[in-house]
């Protein structure tokens, strides 16, 4: 059965091909995944790695972590089910303060008298 790794400390320029080959020296390497972010395409500096099995992503966590891998120390350990997390407005917030939707305008409000 499969493994999870948990893989951060990644440089900003590795790739998943590169951290798929690197993790292969442990064992087999079911895939391997960089995980980028949204708004700038760029790493988000962390990943997984799915061993082919136990014993491999053990192998794969005694020999890489706190190794050097492109210029930085990785963290690499067993991954835990990502928890939920609440939902946010996303840009809603930041477009209802644009348009003078919470305090500060004069709106709604009468004149001086």
């Not at 061993?51 to 891998?69: T, V």
């Not at 946010?88 to 477009?95: K, N």
């Amino acid at each position: 059965m499969s493994k999870k790794l948990y893989v951060g400390g990644l440089s900003y320029g590795t790739s998943e091909e590169g951290l798929k080959e690197y993790f292969g020296q442990a064992g087999s390497v079911d895939s391997a995944a960089v995980i980028m972010d949204r708004m700038t395409g760029r790493s988000k500096g962390f990943g997984f790695v799915e061993m082919a099995s136990e014993d491999e992503a053990q192998n794969a966590i005694g020999m890489f972590h706190g190794k050097e891998f492109e210029g930085r120390t990785l963290t690499v350990n067993e991954a835990r089910p990502q928890e939920d997390r609440p939902r946010t407005g996303g840009s809603g917030g930041f477009q209802r303060r644009a348009l003078g939707g919470f305090g500060g305008g004069n709106r709604g409000f009468g004149g001086g008298r």
